[in-house]
Every structure is written in structure tokens, then in C-alpha cells.
């Protein structure tokens, strides 16, 4: 397929957000290019985000159960031991294997892959918008082949297209004046290759990403401080859940320094000295790796967005319309680089949405019922507002939990940590907020979505028959309780 070929549809950028809606736009008929500057397809999610990390996390869940807690349930083993190499090959497996499916998929779609970095050089005389692609690499397919560059030789491929869509995701933000060295100050795309369990990791940062990856290695035996400059972690979720994942993660031998900020990072060799201050003076602590997971930015670099006069906000978030249309007529943006939460479900929902829109289809992405989801263990989870946001907004509301303690499944389990929360409006009983920390969060919140979704009220999810034993029957418990007809209460 020769470069010069026109499209509808120019994609840049092959993660959660870029490859489907390259794929639901060929659904639609367009003919569709992608391009992608990595060596393999799935952006940040699949390569360094939230697929190695949840494998990790799902390995070292393990190797806690088996060193802690497999002689509750009568299995006597010897004391489990680390093989960091085989866990992280495993982790490396899962990737490789998804990643390898999501090229199937495009080339399945008939969509045309091309290697490199795009530049956008805006409409020609026809109106067509021009990218030129400069090549890094060709890219590996499943079938071991490789994909075709084209003008191979060249090194710079033009593609022009009716209009691009712009979905090249997110970066990490470094700590001031602290600059990410791969080694000893780290984001989190290194923390998920150390070839070494760290005797103790520092961990700037109490988001998701920084939990989470402070759970992976406190859990294989590091000592873990998380250093937070909030007084409270995930500042978004609702309060009760946040507070009781606090005290979870506590328990299981996290450190937290909360309203702390760190001042500066000294490396001496291998090792680093963090200095901070809780705002009673100045402190330090030796340790040999800072993960700093402070939070990310828009990744636009190099993609030609101020020759073009494309609109960014202050936030350098890319200003788009309700078509996901940028200030640049034909060019279109989605995922972390417009406004809204950073996660892959939400990219890939704007994705599917734009192009449909494209198409003619009114399709719109119900921000209000996005979820948020914290792996850790426990999980936590929410959709909707928290009672923080509800009391603030002046909105009355009711409230109904029921904590796992008194569930049947997660006493089998031996997952009794945490509760599920239903907060609905006090007058028409419309659900408004689902907020759940314990076993399987991340799985029993997209009951809540589908409710929500459709207006569904309390009485609604108390009505509908939940299989027993199960985790779920602590979604109809806690809808039951918003009215106090819980029964197991």
C-alpha cells in the first residue's frame, strides 16, 4: 500500500485510545492508517501501565497468600521463595502475548500500520490534512514477520488523510529540580523491571500508580514509604474508602509520610538521601530506589501542535470540542491528551465515540460513570460522586454499606477487609455514588456502572436476585440499606 495513499482516517498513536478507534473506525468503513512510534502496539496500558503492573500485583498476591496465609486454609508448604526472573518473565509473557494480539487485530481490520514519529504539517490546497512520518523501526507482527516500512530506505513517509486523530497519551511528571535517571530515581515503567528486589523503595506520590507499585514490592519484602504532600491518599474516591485503604495498606508494613513534600534528592552511588518536610522541619531518609509518581502530563512533543496554532489549555491538555475536534479544523484528540481522568477505559471510550461521531452516529461518553479503580489489596473502587462531593454540592442523599465481614463468599474467602457504599438521592432514590473497598472491587463496580448508566435506583439493585454465596450480594445488601432493610446487617 503505497504512502501516498489518501485516508479517511489518519490515527497517531496505537494505545487504548489510537488503536480502537482506528479498528471501530474501519468497522465504520473508513480507511484507516495508524501510526506508532514504539516498537510494539498498546501504548503505555499494555507495554508499561496497566498490564504489567496488574501482573505483578496479581503475582506477588500470590507470593503473600503462600508465605502468609495458605496454613489458614490447611495448605502446609515449605517458606515460598522469590524468583524475581521467572515472576518478571511471566510478567513480560502476559505483554507480549496482548500486545501481539492488538497487531492481529489491525491488520484483521485491514488498517495501515506505520512506524515512527508523525509530525503534523496541517491541510493542503485539497484540504486534506498531510503527516509525515519519519521511521524508527519495523514492527514485529505475530506471525514473526515483520510489518513492511513504506519507502523503505527513505526514512520519511507522508501520509494525508481527511482528518487525524490524535491519541499519543501521557507522560511522567518529574519531581522539581529531580530529573529521572532509570536507575535510582525511577518512574513507574522502571519499577516494573527491577532486576532486584530494592531494600527500600521511596515512593513520591500516594495516587494509584504509586500505591499500587508500592504494594508490588512491599508485598515480595521491601520496606516502602510512600511520601504524600496531600494530608489523605486517592484525593478523588470517596473518604471512608481512602481512609480505610489507608489503614489496610498500613497493616501491611507500608510507611506514609502524609502532608509531606519532598525538598530534594541527593544520589550518592547507588544509593539516594530524600529530603522532605511535614512542615514541622526538615528531615532525611536513606533508601536505594525513589519511584516518583507524581502524576503525568500530555505527551505532544514533536507533533508539530504550535506551528499548527493547535489550542491548549494551561494544563497543556489539548482543547477540544464536544466532537472531539481540536481549535484546528479535521485534526480530533482523545484520551490523556484532552481533559478528564487518565485511565485506558476512558481513552478508548472517547475513541470509539469520536469516530462514531465522525460517522454521523450521536454517540456520546458518560463522564459521570467512569470508574476508578485502585489495585491494590484490598481493591478499592468507585463511580459517581463521594458524600464529600454530594454534601458540598448541596445534594440531598442516603446512605446504605455493608462491610464484607459479614458475607458468606468473603469469609470463605478469608477477604473480609472493607465494605461496599450506596449513596442515592433522598427523593427520587436514584443512585448517584457506588464507592467499594475489599476482594474483587475492581469486577463488582461494573454492576454499579450498568445501574447507574440505565438511572437505576437503590430499590432497583435491592430487587434484582444475586446468586449465593457471592461477593456481589454486598451490592444488593448495602442498596437494601439505604433504606435499613438490610438483611444481614
Known amino acids: 500500500m503505497p504512502a501516498s495513499e489518501h485516508y479517511d482516517l489518519i490515527v497517531v498513536g496505537a494505545g487504548p485510545g489510537g488503536y480502537v478507534a482506528a479498528i471501530r473506525a474501519a468497522q465504520l ?19 508499561e501501565g496497566c498490564i504489567p503492573s496488574k501482573a505483578l500485583l496479581d503475582s506477588s498476591e500470590l507470593f503473600v497468600l503462600a508465605r502468609d496465609r495458605f496454613a489458614l486454609h490447611g495448605i502446609a508448604i515449605d517458606p515460598p521463595r522469590l524468583d524475581l526472573t521467572a515472576m518478571m ?20 481490520n485491514g488498517i495501515a500500520l506505520f512506524s515512527g514519529t508523525a509530525l503534523l504539517k496541517g491541510p493542503g490546497a485539497d484540504g486534506m490534512q498531510e503527516v509525515v512520518v519519519k521511521t524508527v523501526w519495523q514492527l514485529s507482527l505475530p506471525d514473526g514477520g515483520q510489518q513492511p516500512l513504506h519507502d523503505e530506505g527513505a526514512g520519511i513517509q507522508r501520509l494525508y488523510g481527511k482528518r487525524v486523530l490524535l491519541a499519543t497519551g501521557s507522560e511522567p511528571v518529574a519531581l522539581p529540580t529531580v530529573p529521572f535517571d532509570g536507575q535510582v530515581i525511577v518512574s513507574a515503567r522502571d519499577a516494573l523491571s527491577f532486576d532486584r528486589l530494592p531494600e527500600h523503595l521511596i515512593v513520591a506520590g500516594g495516587g494509584y500508580i504509586g500505591l499500587e507499585m508500592g504494594s508490588v514490592w512491599r508485598r515480595l519484602g521491601a520496606q516502602v514509604t510512600v511520601i504524600e504532600m496531600l494530608p489523605g491518599l486517592l484525593p478523588t474516591m470517596d473518604r471512608q474508602v481512602s481512609d480505610t485503604l489507608y489503614r489496610s495498606l498500613r497493616k501491611q508494613g507500608i510507611q506514609f509520610k502524609l502532608g509531606t513534600r519532598i525538598t530534594g534528592v541527593r544520589r550518592i552511588g547507588a544509593k539516594a538521601i530524600v529530603q522532605f518536610n511535614d512542615g514541622s522541619g526538615s528531615e532525611e531518609i536513606d533508601c536505594d530506589r525513589v519511584l516518583v509518581a507524581v502524576g503525568r502530563k500530555p505527551l505532544t512533543t514533536g507533533l508539530g501542535l504550535e506551528t499548527l ?25 482523545v484520551g490523556d491528551l484532552v481533559a478528564g481522568p487518565m485511565l ?21 461518553v458518560e463522564y459521570e460513570y467512569i470508574p476508578g479503580i485502585c489495585y491494590t489489596w484490598p481493591e478499592a473502587a468507585s463511580v459517581g460522586q463521594s458524600e464529600e462531593q454530594l ?3 448541596g445534594i440531598p442523599y442516603m446512605a446504605g454499606k455493608f462491610h464484607f465481614a459479614a458475607l458468606g463468599r468473603a469469609r470463605c474467602m478469608d477477604e473480609t477487609e472493607g465494605f461496599v457504599k450506596i449513596l442515592a438521592h ?28 440505565f438511572g437505576g435506583t437503590a430499590r432497583d439493585i435491592a430487587m434484582i436476585c444475586h446468586a449465593h454465596p457471592t461477593l456481589a450480594e454486598a451490592i444488593k445488601e448495602a442498596a437494601m440499606d439505604v433504606h435499613k432493610e438490610a438483611i444481614h446487617v
Open 344 to 364: 485506558a477505559h476512558k481513552a478508548s471510550e472517547e475513541g470509539v465515540v469520536c469516530v462514531e461521531r465522525m460517522a454521523g452516529q450521536r454517540s456520546v
Open 29 to 47: 468503513g473508513m480507511k484507516v492508517a495508524m501510526v506508532e512510534r514504539r516498537e510494539t502496539l498498546g501504548g503505555v496500558c499494555l507495554n
Open 391 to 393: 454534601k458540598e454540592a
Open 426 to 453: 433522598t427523593e427520587s432514590d436514584r443512585v448517584l455514588g457506588v464507592h467499594i473497598v475489599g476482594p474483587r472491587a475492581s469486577d463488582l463496580i461494573a454492576e454499579a456502572v450498568t445501574v447507574m448508566s
Open 89 to 108: 518473565g511471566r510478567k513480560d509473557d502476559v505483554v507480549k502475548k496482548l500486545t501481539e494480539g492488538v497487531a492481529y487485530l489491525i491488520k484483521k
Open 309 to 333: 496554532s493547535v489550542m491548549c489549555d494551561e494544563k497543556g491538555r489539548v482543547v477540544v470540542d464536544a466532537e472531539y475536534q481540536t481549535s484546528v479544523q479535521g485534526i480530533f484528540a
